[in-house]
């Protein structure tokens, strides 16, 4: 009878415990997905503002407000690796190492930049334009998220959106005789 009793209990609590008024929790974890700035050019796609799939980029997590330095840096969120699957003019992007949020910490926001490179040091991306033949290799594109101005938490959600800006440009020259 008593374990009759206390399955019983248990049920209601569980039930009671699942108010569809509550706000879901979350793990934690941060998500992203990116476009690319509409009045920009991306070197895949018909209309060249596509992501190809198998893109990687790097992500960065900084406390709200402050600029990208060592100081900085958040959850040790420094250079992280981020991969999309998506084809598309927008992308979800996933990690093997995922940032989470600070648990009781300061509001954060986000730096990234494309193609993603393991060597990037002191916050200097190298670039080497000696080889052209992969575009999407050199195609370098940088964006920012700070939730307008408001920072983001734990509390938040939904993905936090990255809206990527080139930082070069690709110039064809065709030469003709005469």
Same mark, same amino acid.
């Given at each position: 009878? /008593?374990?009759?009793?206390? =399955?019983?209990?248990?049920?209601?609590?569980?039930?009671?415990?699942?108010?569809?008024? %509550?706000?879901? %929790?979350?793990?934690?974890?941060?998500?992203?997905?990116?476009?690319?700035?509409?009045?920009?050019?991306?070197?895949?796609?018909?209309?060249?503002?596509?992501?190809?799939?198998?893109?990687?980029?790097?992500?960065?997590?900084?406390?709200?407000?402050?600029?990208?330095?060592?100081?900085?840096?958040?959850?040790?969120?420094?250079?992280?690796?981020?991969?999309?699957?998506?084809?598309?003019? /927008?992308?979800?992007?996933?990690?093997?190492?995922?940032?989470?949020?600070?648990?009781?910490?300061?509001?954060?926001?986000?730096?990234?930049?494309?193609?993603?490179?393991?060597?990037?040091?002191?916050?200097?991306?190298?670039?080497?334009?000696?080889?052209?033949?992969?575009?999407?290799?050199?195609?370098?594109?940088?964006? =920012?998220?700070?939730?307008?101005?408001?920072?983001?938490?734990?509390? &938040?959600?939904?993905?936090? &959106?990255?809206?990527?800006?080139?930082?070069?440009? /690709?110039?064809?020259?065709?030469?003709?005789?005469?």
């Amino acid at each position: 009878m /008593k374990t009759r009793i206390l =399955s019983i209990l248990a049920t209601a609590a569980l039930v009671a415990s699942c108010s569809n008024n %509550e706000v879901p %929790e979350t793990d934690g974890m941060v998500r992203f997905a990116s476009g690319v700035a509409d009045i920009q050019t991306r070197v895949g796609g018909a209309d060249g503002n596509q992501w190809q799939g198998n893109e990687a980029i790097g992500i960065y997590m900084v406390e709200h407000g402050q600029t990208l330095s060592a100081t900085s840096i958040k959850e040790n969120a420094d250079n992280v690796k981020y991969t999309t699957t998506s084809t598309g003019a /927008k992308a979800t992007f996933t990690s093997t190492t995922p940032i989470y949020y600070p648990v009781n910490g300061p509001l954060v926001d986000f730096a990234a930049y494309h193609p993603y490179n393991a060597s990037v040091s002191g916050y200097v991306y190298p670039i080497n334009l000696a080889t052209q033949t992969d575009q999407s290799a050199i195609d370098l594109m940088i964006a =920012s998220a700070n939730n307008s101005g408001a920072g983001y938490s734990k509390t &938040n959600l939904d993905p936090v &959106n990255l809206k990527f800006y080139h930082q070069l440009v /690709k110039l064809v020259f065709n030469v003709t005789a005469g």
